[in-house]
Nanobody
């Protein structure tokens, strides 16, 4: 059973913006650490951003700092990734992930639930 469902991907020109959303059906969502990862064709999955259970701590991969913002709405069981000033190198399938720990993490092995992903394509 898929507990995380992503949406919001699409095709956008370089310099544009997209907002990805992830809805969680996990009963533990309000105490889960959450993350976004991405995988480009022919490359390994990589960390993008993470947020702790309350939203008070956020952690970003260096290349997205200042361009991407992760946020969460616990009553709505949703975590979002606002992506601004998109670059062609941001093209990838983006995955939402959840971990039972309340803390942030950039290690994909620390997450125990994953969504199926949403495609983001940035054209030049």
């Amino acid at each position: 059973q898929v507990q995380l469902v992503e949406s919001g991907g699409g095709l956008v020109q370089a310099g544009g913006s997209l907002t990805l959303s992830c809805v969680s059906s996990r009963l533990t969502f309000s105490s889960d650490g959450m993350g976004w990862f991405r995988q480009a064709p022919g490359k390994e999955r990589e960390f993008v951003a993470s947020i702790n259970f309350s939203g008070s701590t956020r952690y970003y991969e260096d290349s997205v700092k200042g361009r991407f913002t992760i946020s969460r709405d616990n009553p709505k069981h949703t975590v979002n990734l606002q992506m601004n000033n998109l670059e062609t190198r941001d093209t990838a399938v983006y995955f939402c992930a959840a971990r039972t720990s309340r803390k942030v993490s950039d290690d994909d092995n620390a997450y125990d639930s994953w969504g199926l992903g949403t495609q983001v394509t940035v054209s030049s």
